[in-house]
């Protein structure tokens, strides 16, 4: 048996495949070695008696993951996967790789992440380019749930939430300054905390408040990591992750301004990841 996983930085999804190709699903929380060590990998996985159920029988676990883009930061998450499934081979590779294969129709594209962070990669079957760096929440992650969701925080706290905004985020969340500051500053995983007021942003996404904002991000976010490409004009572009059907609306405004053919969004990308490596990676061992 083998387990093909993808992982953002709020949830993972699993999916095992036995010998005649027969698929299970199962979740847990996404894993980022940024944010979490080898141990803290391991304590969660063993809290999911259903995966757990499956350690003597799974050989090879491939896992792609938000963080995973150097040896160091792999390892923190192979050794928390191989501390529980002992005696499975371990391949640990960058959430990038896995839209890349996720959305490949044959021909080169440009692969976009838009979830709790946001990346991109070209692709064109053989190669993976990444032409700029993620810079994660801090410095970069434009057009993603931390990105929108700092705005909306910050808008919270220097009082800039029009009263109807104002009313409705304090019955929802009921939140001091002082819950919000420990939340980005002293609680593990700061992203996954900002990102998690996207729910918000999305309900009221047509109010005039969030609506050119929502716009102006995702095009910026285009302008970095869609336009560096130099023919992005001419290749299809492929978004995958949550937020970006949520806001699909507002991607594909912010695509019509600069020119830019989105070809597909899609929410949840490990089946199209699952069918590539049926098709490309374990077709031999799936005969």
Same mark, same amino acid.
């Given at each position: 048996? &083998?387990?093909?996983?993808?992982?953002?930085?709020?949830?993972?999804?699993?999916? +095992?495949?036995?010998?005649?190709?027969?698929?299970? /699903?199962?979740?847990? &929380?996404?894993?980022?070695?940024?944010? *979490?060590?080898?141990?803290?990998?391991?304590?969660?996985?063993?809290?999911?008696?259903?995966? @757990?159920? *499956?350690?003597?029988?799974?050989?090879?676990? !491939?896992?792609?993951?938000?963080?995973?883009?150097?040896?160091?930061?792999?390892?923190?998450?192979?050794?928390?996967?191989?501390?529980?499934?002992? %005696?499975?081979?371990?391949?640990?590779?960058?959430?990038?790789?896995?839209?890349? !294969?996720?959305?490949? $129709?044959?021909?080169?594209? @440009?692969?976009?992440?838009?979830?709790?962070?946001?990346?991109?990669?070209? /692709?064109?079957?053989?190669? +993976?380019?990444?032409?700029?760096?993620?810079?994660?929440?801090?410095?970069? %992650?434009?057009?993603?749930?931390?990105?929108?969701?700092?705005?909306?925080?910050?808008?919270?706290?220097?009082?800039?939430?029009?009263?109807?905004?104002?009313? %409705?985020?304090?019955?929802?969340?009921?939140?001091?300054?002082?819950?919000?500051?420990?939340?980005?500053?002293?609680?593990?995983?700061?992203?996954?905390?900002?990102?998690?007021?996207?729910?918000?942003?999305?309900?009221?996404?047509? *109010?005039?408040?969030?609506?050119?904002?929502?716009?102006?991000?995702?095009?910026?976010?285009?302008?970095?990591?869609?336009?560096?490409?130099?023919?992005?004009?001419?290749?299809?572009?492929? /978004?995958?992750?949550?937020?970006?059907?949520? +806001? $699909?609306? $507002?991607?594909?405004?912010?695509?019509?301004? +600069?020119?830019?053919?989105?070809?597909?969004?899609?929410?949840?990308?490990?089946?199209?990841?699952?069918?590539?490596?049926?098709?490309? &990676?374990?077709?031999?061992?799936?005969?």
């Amino acid at each position: 048996m &083998i387990f093909i996983i993808e992982s953002g930085s709020t949830k993972s999804d699993w999916v +095992l495949v036995d010998d005649k190709s027969k698929q299970t /699903f199962y979740n847990t &929380i996404g894993f980022n070695p940024y944010f *979490h060590s080898a141990e803290f990998v391991s304590s969660e996985i063993k809290k999911n008696k259903e995966i @757990i159920g *499956h350690v003597s029988s799974v050989k090879k676990i !491939f896992f792609y993951g938000a963080g995973c883009s150097s040896e160091k930061m792999n390892n923190k998450i192979e050794r928390g996967i191989q501390s529980v499934f002992k %005696d499975a081979e371990i391949f640990v590779e960058h959430d990038l790789l896995a839209c890349a !294969f996720a959305t490949y $129709e044959g021909e080169p594209g @440009i692969s976009c992440i838009i979830g709790t962070g946001s990346n991109s990669c070209h /692709f064109d079957g053989v190669n +993976l380019n990444e032409e700029v760096p993620a810079l994660g929440y801090v410095l970069g %992650d434009e057009g993603s749930g931390s990105y929108f969701g700092k705005f909306l925080l910050s808008s919270f706290l220097y009082h800039k939430l029009p009263s109807d905004l104002l009313k %409705d985020f304090q019955e929802t969340y009921a939140l001091t300054e002082a819950d919000i500051v420990s939340g980005v500053y002293q609680k593990e995983s700061p992203n996954v905390f900002i990102a998690s007021f996207m729910p918000f942003v999305v309900k009221h996404k047509k *109010h005039k408040f969030f609506n050119n904002v929502l716009v102006k991000g995702l095009q910026h976010f285009m302008e970095v990591h869609v336009c560096c490409y130099k023919d992005y004009l001419d290749t299809p572009v492929h /978004f995958v992750g949550s937020l970006s059907v949520l +806001l $699909e609306d $507002e991607l594909r405004i912010a695509a019509d301004n +600069l020119g830019i053919e989105i070809r597909s969004v899609t929410a949840k990308p490990i089946q199209n990841l699952v069918d590539y490596h049926l098709k490309y &990676i374990l077709k031999n061992e799936m005969a």
